[in-house]
């Protein structure tokens, strides 16, 4: 009580000193009952979002805010627009304040400090120079993420069905051949290519038994339920530390202009080893955004939303789902797919269900702008039979239709979209 009394009183006579008037807001953040110490980023890296400094003016900050990256109001907890609409006032885990000054005009202000470059960027830098149409995404650095893991672990992961004899369906290992085709169009088209995992091997070091101690003190309810708490460390595994560990690859040493995360959809099959099969076959693609109350209320989350934020990654994740969107619908000819009931963890950005923001681990955690692909149903009668009939070359007679594989139409559709976005 005394360190947040110290921080309270430190911010309150800086501010006052400087005659700011912001005192109300910073009573509401640091009075707010909801907000607890926690663990999470420590001030260092809070005091990062200072970068951001002259970058956003508050109408921008606003919609973005109420537009894109939350699904309510709860974000206002731990934010606050300082009293004379000049600072965003941010409250840290550790009930610190750290604040943002707006750009007072759209012209002007200072580019913000991020790794990745933005379509614009990619395109000047190209001015005088003699065009390649052969290679129009030379000098783009693009990071490839097969969803999932696959091989052995893709039990663990519950991305694993089989019916009968048939070849079983692997998420992982379709997204990682999928990958590998897609950077080999990419490369032919000059971009630098990089995947975040070569094999069905973790990114991440740690394994689900590394996570016992962790998961015992949280959920002490579940010692005694020997299945519910293995799951509950695979899960810590396979969604919370790899998916963490690909973002340092990402963020730390790829650095990117971009990355595209590669996943298959599918409804609930039951049984992995009596999976039912569907009449549906659709895609969407995500963005970054549509965070929710408990969501805003975790430090970490909190962090990483506010460098998408202010980095202005969702200008570009969103005009490049809009020309990658038509590229997908003219060789699959699938419809949108639609959020049903009130689950309030998305935001729709487009009047045909094909983009929607959603605050996916990856999409807030890899800082560049990020496409998340959600094609096809994999226990979709349809596309089952696509998945059966594997790789191959050309096309082949598939429901009636010729079509080539289904992991080179996925590759095709994603090159489309993303040379038509930085194609001048």
């Given at each position: 009580m005394k360190s947040c009394l110290f921080v309270f009183i430190f911010i309150f006579s800086s501010l006052a000193a400087n005659n700011l008037g912001h005192w109300l807001p910073l009573v509401n953040l640091l009075t707010n009952k909801e907000a607890r110490p926690q663990a999470g980023p420590s001030e260092g890296e809070w005091a990062e979002l200072s970068r951001y400094n002259q970058t956003l003016t508050l109408a921008e900050f606003e919609h973005l805010i109420e537009k894109v990256f939350s699904t309510d109001e709860s974000w206002k907890k731990y934010l606050k627009i300082s009293e004379d609409k000049k600072q965003l006032l941010v409250l840290t885990n550790n009930l610190g304040v750290v604040a943002i000054d707006f750009l007072e005009t759209e012209r002007g202000g200072t580019a913000p400090a991020r790794y990745w470059r933005s379509k614009d960027t990619v395109v000047e830098s190209k001015v005088g120079e003699q065009p390649n149409a052969k290679q129009p995404l030379s000098g783009l650095r693009i990071a490839i993420?097969?969803?999932h893991i696959g091989g052995v672990w893709a039990k663990t992961e519950a991305r694993w069905f089989q019916i009968n004899d048939e070849k079983p369906v692997t998420e992982g290992d379709m997204t990682l051949l999928t990958a590998k085709k897609l950077r080999g169009k990419l490369e032919a088209l000059g971009a630098e290519v990089f995947?975040?995992?070569e094999t069905a091997t973790p990114v991440t070091s740690l394994r689900p038994e590394d996570f016992l101690m962790e998961v015992a003190e949280r959920f002490p309810d579940l010692e005694n339920q020997g299945n519910r708490f293995q799951r509950k460390m695979e899960f810590w595994f396979y969604r919370k530390a790899e998916i963490k560990d690909r973002g340092v690859l990402i963020n730390q040493t790829i650095k990117p202009d971009l990355t595209v995360c590669l996943h298959y959809n599918a409804s609930a099959w039951g049984n992995p080893k009596r999976p039912v099969l569907?009449?549906?076959?659709h895609f969407h693609l995500l963005i970054t955004g549509a965070a929710m109350p408990k969501e805003w209320g975790d430090g970490e989350q909190r962090l990483a939303l506010l460098h998408k934020l202010f980095q202005r990654a969702h200008k570009e994740e969103l005009q490049l789902a809009k020309v990658t969107v038509p590229a997908f619908t003219k060789r699959t000819r699938l419809s949108g797919y639609v959020y049903?009931?009130?689950?309030?963890?998305?935001?729709?950005?487009?009047?045909?269900?094909?983009?929607?923001?959603?605050?996916?681990?990856?999409?807030r955690m890899y800082q560049c702008p990020v496409l998340f692909c959600e094609p096809y149903?994999?226990?979709?009668?349809?596309d089952y039979v696509h998945i059966q009939a594997g790789d191959y070359t050309g096309k082949r007679l598939i429901n009636g239709e010729l079509r080539p594989s289904i992991y080179e139409e996925y590759a095709a559709?994603?090159?489309?979209?993303i040379e038509r976005h930085f194609t001048p």
């Open positions: 993420d097969p969803g995947l975040t995992r569907v009449n549906k076959s049903r009931g009130a689950l309030g963890n998305v935001n729709a950005m487009d009047r045909n269900a094909f983009i929607w923001a959603r605050n996916l681990a990856a999409l149903v994999m226990n979709g009668k349809a559709a994603v090159t489309e979209g």
